[in-house]
T-cell receptor, first 117, second 112 residues
Framework: EAGVTQSPTHLIKTRGQQATLRCSPI?????VYWYQQALGLGLQFLLW???????NRGNFPPRFSGRQFPNYSSELNVNALELEDSALYLC????????????????FGPGTRLTVL | GESVGLHLPTLSVQEGDNSIINCAYS??????FIWYKQESGKGPQFIID?????DKRQGQRVTVLLNKTVKHLSLQIAATQPGDSAVYFC???????????FGTGTLLAVQP
């Protein structure tokens, strides 16, 4: 069974440009999550999508946005790139949240390394 | 603010020894905890999880202990191997947010 896949592996942009990162979840998973892992920092929660809807958002500015498609794959868009946006962007997927808010395990992809020059 | 902290940023052990990685969490409402292993250049890999209605859970060579009284989580690795060398993260979540809150990680270095 294939795991979470992400593309591209590496992405180099200049300040002010836009970046688009893509993620395909594990087959059968409907929830997709995005995390940022900057150098020297832990993983920071960015966004959660389930059934095409944004369910939760971390403490990031509005220029970080995304969407989830009918096939449950997802895009993360970062507008007006800044130098500090350079990081590893990780996508995770899980089964749909269970009744009562019980969280299911999140499985991660290999990440996209974004470098902003 | 929300945080999950690790006591030891680097842990060096001899091959064959047991390793213990500790983690403190701050949100008493968290009810689900996960340990991830991240090797260089890769995404975090699920190791083991535990829900708040349990104190201990065992996997293959790994055990997670949860002490809700002091909000402490630990990962025990038996007979540590060179392939266990990686950064280990604990993460917590609770309620309907599904947001994982990660610690900064502990680097486990296994000496041959």
């Amino acid at each position: 069974e294939a795991g979470v896949t992400q593309s591209p592996t590496h992405l180099i942009k200049t300040r002010g440009q836009q970046a688009t990162l893509r993620c395909s979840p594990i087959s059968g998973h409907t929830s997709v999550y995005w995390y940022q892992q900057a150098l020297g920092l832990g993983l920071q929660f960015l966004l959660w999508y389930d059934e095409g809807e944004e369910r939760n958002r971390g403490n990031f500015p509005p220029r970080f946005s995304g969407r989830q498609f009918p096939n449950y794959s997802s895009e993360l868009n970062v507008n007006a790139l800044e130098l500090e946006d350079s990081a590893l962007y990780l996508c995770a997927s899980s089964l749909r949240s269970l009744a009562g808010g019980i969280t299911d395990t999140q499985y991660f992809g290999p990440g996209t390394r974004l470098t902003v020059l | 603010g929300e945080s999950v902290g690790l006591h030891l940023p680097t842990l060096s052990v001899q091959e064959g020894d047991n390793s213990i990685i500790n983690c403190a969490y701050s949100n008493s409402a968290s009810d689900y905890f996960i340990w991830y292993k991240q090797e260089s250049g890769k995404g975090p890999q699920f190791i083991i999880d535990i829900r708040s209605n349990m104190d201990k859970r065992q996997g293959q060579r790994v055990t997670v202990l949860l002490n809700k009284t002091v909000k402490h989580l630990s990962l025990q690795i038996a007979a540590t191997q060179p392939g266990d060398s990686a950064v280990y993260f604990c993460a917590e979540t609770g309620g309907a947010t599904n947001k994982l809150i990660f610690g900064t990680g502990t680097l486990l270095a296994v000496q041959p």
